[in-house]
């Protein structure tokens, strides 16, 4: 991670998915003071499901929504619609209002599961230790191809695309547990 810098994870939707990928910020000081009702219940269940794994987290992490900025990520494709942003004092993840008010709520909690997987655990893109194709835009990676369940499902939450419903709804338990998987907690 850059020292110096901010590091920011993001996510990016395309018409049919979502990717992530990393950038350096200017951001130094923190946006969000709390976090927002709307996010609460996903964040108290992150951290129980945590507690449950071993895992304590000491820090809040903030969440609010904000309209992306579309332009600074230069996209030809897709659309950002969350952010996890290490500061060097604070983490706080971001999500793009538009895109959560038209999300249903299974991925609205995979997607806060996603960005709190980054911001509290530390994790990247990647499962079994494997960092999945950040920067493949849209296309799945097929050098990657352990990194799927044999019905085409990802592994992992930290897929760099937002995961469908009809994949957290089949392999709800094993996300859980591999969201949990080399968490260095925050
Ligand atoms: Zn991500």
């Known amino acids: 991670m850059d020292k110096i810098g901010v590091l920011i994870n993001w996510a990016l939707v395309g018409i049919f998915l979502l990717t992530l990928s990393a950038f350096s910020s200017s951001r130094i000081v923190a946006k969000y003071k709390g976090i927002d009702g709307e996010f609460a219940n996903f964040n108290n ?3 129980y499901l945590a507690k449950t794994h071993g895992i304590l987290l000491d820090n809040q ?5 904000s309209e992306i900025d579309q332009k600074r990520f230069n996209l030809k494709t ?20 538009e895109y959560w008010d038209n999300a249903s709520e299974t991925t609205r909690m995979v997607l806060i599961y996603h960005e709190l997987t980054h911001c ?7 499962y079994n230790r494997k960092p999945y194709g950040d920067g493949t835009e849209n296309k799945r990676d097929p050098k990657n191809i352990n990194g799927y369940f ?11 695309f937002i995961l469908e419903d ?14 949990f998987d080399r ?4």
């Open 150 to 160: 044999k019905d085409g499902c990802p592994r992992s939450v930290m897929f760099p």
């Open 78 to 97: 897709g659309r950002v619609i969350g952010m996890c942003i290490y500061g060097a004092t604070f983490r706080e993840i971001e999500i793009d209002k």
């Open 61 to 65: 992490i903030n969440i609010g929504f």
């Open 183 to 186: 968490c260095e907690a925050y």
């Open 45 to 47: 269940e992150y951290r």
């Open 120 to 126: 509290a655990c530390g994790r990247d893109h990647d």
């Open 166 to 179: 009809s994949c957290t709804l089949s392999h709800y338990d094993q996300y859980i547990d591999e969201m």
